[in-house]
């Protein structure tokens, strides 16, 4: 019988074998190690290792659970990701490689002036937050549903825990650490995903290819929208938009960056950027065909959607189904394992890269002596598990759609004024008047946010979706063209 105790007792075996990789991995406890693993960690263990970082529990719960409403509509989004990973391949990383950096945020710097540098990091920094905190909350709801609440643990010390066990096994090692530990939680969440299709197929009696060429499963396998370029999932506007959420999301965030950055060279780097984005589309895919089989399952064992405050929460149904339903141990087991791994592999590296980036372009670490380098860089680890805490926290109360969906959106208005401040900087060969900056990013972002809340009726039935993000960075870039320097 699965029982909150049993699965705790999965959560501490888990954890110890991570703190005994950071163990062997954290014995040079430097900052070089921590911030570029000696830039020496193998191509494909990065590779496969972000395969993880970037699915993390939201795609693991909540991309099944947004399969009734969207079918696999957000496929068309993935299919653009594929792109945008081939610019980061060969626009961004020969930039960031160039110049030898540790933040990426320090080009901003060299090329169009401080106050570029500090609005860079700063958007980074509230985007990585929100980001990481969307991935912790959803996973800790899922904990607190079907652990905590058993012994009336309050949320909050749900939290608190998760991100305790996180530094724990990351503030010795940092990103050499992330590199390994990343690798085995990728693992796991591929494991997951393969057992669980295999095991609803057998309790449905069905092969994997009766299962795709079931009736039932014509019900959800729509990907193509294309009947009207109004609707906010029309093909064009998810490629696109996948394609600059991936370039944001990933080759303009210090934290996918960092394990790029680690690779020994720019060819490596780029080996590991092509072989990772064809890996993440197939498994993405693999997720998307477990949330038509969960709900084909569902029906058919008549499981209702599990309520959170009241109301039907989509994203808890894989958890509903693999803990709760028949399916027997192992599925009850891999989707622990699974879960836990969702939640580490995305956190941690978000912990590391928010403390690199505030250590080196807030604190302007190079600047200080070299037993201060390290002593603020601890205390900056311990601030950031702790602002994460009480963003996870906040959540919880203001939160009200699929966590996916809100992810994305957010990235909109968050991530544009970093594509446009690294678009100007490397297209142009302009000079900018550094000071007005901070004036033209807080524009784009208010003018992106007026847009964004624009109802569709007010445009005619047009429903604007993700490409807000390339609008926002094109709202920066003409406004930094404003600025320039005659």
Not at 141 to 167: G, H, R
Not at 251 to 263: E, R, V
């Amino acid at each position: 019988m699965i029982t909150p105790a049993f699965i705790l007792a999965l959560i501490v075996g888990y954890f110890i074998v991570l703190v005994g990789i950071s163990y062997f991995t954290g014995k040079e406890d430097n900052n070089t190690v921590f911030f570029t693993a000696n830039r020496n960690a193998p191509w494909y263990l990065v590779a496969f290792g972000m395969v993880g970082a970037s699915l993390s529990g939201v795609t693991f719960i909540s991309v099944p659970g947004w399969i009734e409403n969207t079918q696999f509509h957000y496929f068309q989004v993935v299919l653009g990701y594929m792109f945008g990973y081939f610019v980061v391949a060969y626009v961004l990383l020969p930039v960031y490689y160039k110049h030898k950096l540790i933040s990426i945020y320090e080009y901003l710097a060299t090329r169009l002036g401080p106050n570029s540098h500090k609005a860079g990091a700063f958007f980074f920094f509230v985007s990585r937050v929100l980001g990481a905190a969307f991935r912790l909350f959803l996973v800790a709801i899922v904990m607190q549903q079907f652990i905590f609440d058993a012994w009336s643990v309050p949320f909050e010390l749900t939290v608190m825990l998760s991100i305790l066990l996180i530094w724990i096994y990351t503030y010795k090692g940092g990103i050499k650490t992330i590199v390994w530990t990343d690798t085995l939680q990728t693992a796991m969440m591929l494991l997951a995903v393969f057992l669980s299709i295999t095991y609803i197929n057998q309790a449905l009696d069905w092969s994997f290819f009766e299962f795709l060429n079931s009736t039932e499963f014509e019900a959800y396998n729509s990907i193509w929208v294309t009947d009207s370029f109004l609707d906010r999932s029309h093909v064009l506007k998810s490629f696109i938009g996948g394609a600059f959420i991936t370039i944001c999301m990933t080759g303009l965030d210090q934290d996918m960056m960092q394990k790029n950055l680690s690779c020994r060279n720019l060819k490596d780097a780029q080996k590991n950027m092509l072989v990772f984005s064809v890996v993440l589309v197939i498994v993405t895919g693999l997720f998307m065909l477990l949330g038509a089989l969960l709900f084909i399952y569902a029906k058919r064992e008549g499981i209702a959607i599990p309520l959170m405050d009241g109301a039907p929460k989509t994203d808890l149904l894989f958890p509903e189904i693999a803990l709760n339903s028949s399916l027997g141990l192992g599925v009850a087991i891999t989707f622990i394992l699974g879960l836990i791994a969702a939640a580490y592999s995305s956190a941690d590296s978000a912990l590391t890269s928010l403390t690199t980036s505030f250590c080196v372009d807030f604190l302007s670490l190079e600047k200080r002596a070299e037993a201060e380098q390290k002593r603020l860089r601890k205390k900056t680890h311990i601030g950031m598990s702790v602002l994460l805490v009480l963003v996870v926290i906040l959540f919880k109360h203001v939160l009200d759609r699929n966590v996916i969906d809100g992810l994305l959106t957010v990235a909109g208005y968050t991530y544009g004024p970093l594509l446009g401040l690294f678009a100007f900087g490397i297209f142009t060969s302009y000079n900018i008047k550094d000071k007005w900056v901070w004036a033209v990013v807080l524009l784009s972002v208010i003018l992106t946010s007026i847009l964004g809340n624009i109802e569709a009726s007010a445009l005619g039935g047009y429903q604007i979706g993700y490409e807000l993000l390339p609008l926002n960075g094109l709202f920066t870039f003409l406004g930094l063209v404003l600025i320039r320097r005659k």
